[in-house]
């Protein structure tokens, strides 16, 4: 079974616009979370994404935002980009079962210039 | 409220000395998840062990264990004759039960030990 999917890898922007990235889970899997990694804050929970409705949220500004279409594809999407912005951003997947682990992709680094 | 500690920030050991990573942890719930996972340096964060909160047996899987005591809220991880492929940032992570089924998405990490074997 393949894996979780993240494209692009490497990104680099400038200050004020915006970036899509995008996150395939798991085939089966139909929970997506969005995490930020990044020296000073460490990961922090972004959000989650079940059967195309978000179904948890973190503490990040309405900048950051996602979607999921129906074969449980996701997208990340963060405007107006800060400096601080620049981080690793990690998708993972998990299936529907109470016990079910989630499973990471290898992430998209974003740097923003 | 949650929170993850694991207070070695680095650790750095000759391979083939074992290396214990400790991590504690706080919550309010008494059903909850612990987790521990790896990321090498291709960033990619590598499942390890799912523990849930009503489940205290150690577990041994190869070189690795661990010891998993709530009465100090603890769940270390132990590497026995550590190997160079060993080095990583190791996490440790928390999650409270889902109030419906299937939801573990909001998963709290400590800040990560930084295990460096060396040959």
């Known amino acids: 079974k393949a894996g979780v999917t993240q494209t692009p890898r490497y990104l680099i922007k400038t200050r004020g616009q915006q970036v899509t990235l995008s996150c395939s889970p798991i085939s089966g899997h139909r929970s997506v979370s969005w995490y930020q990694q990044t020296p000073g804050q460490g990961l922090q929970f972004l959000f989650e994404?079940?059967?195309?409705?978000?179904?948890n949220k973190g503490n990040f500004p309405g900048r950051f935002s996602g979607r999921q279409f129906s074969n449980s594809r996701s997208e990340m999407n963060v405007s107006t980009l800060e400096l601080g912005d620049s981080a690793l951003y990690l998708c993972?997947?998990?299936?529907?079962?109470?016990?079910?682990?989630?499973?990471f992709g290898p992430g998209t680094r974003l740097t923003v210039l | 409220a949650q929170k993850v500690t694991q207070a070695q920030t680095e650790i750095s050991v000759v391979e083939k000395e074992d290396v214990t990573l400790d991590c504690v942890y706080e919550t309010r719930d008494t059903t909850y998840y612990l987790f521990w996972y790896k990321q090498p340096p291709s960033g990619e964060l590598v499942f390890l062990i799912r523990r849930n909160s009503f489940d205290e047996q150690n577990e041994i899987s190869g070189r690795y264990s661990w010891n998993f005591q709530k009465s100090t809220s603890s769940f270390n991880f132990t590497i026995t004759a550590s190997q160079v492929v060993d080095s990583a940032v190791y996490f440790c992570?928390?999650?409270?039960?889902?109030?419906?089924?299937?939801?573990?998405?909001?998963?709290?990490f400590g800040k990560g030990t930084k295990l460096s074997v060396k040959p």
């Open positions: 993972a997947s998990k299936g529907d079962g109470y016990t079910d682990t989630q499973y």
């Open positions: 994404y079940f059967s195309e409705t978000q179904r």
């Open positions: 992570a928390l999650s409270e039960a889902p109030l419906y089924g299937g939801s573990q998405g909001n998963l709290i």
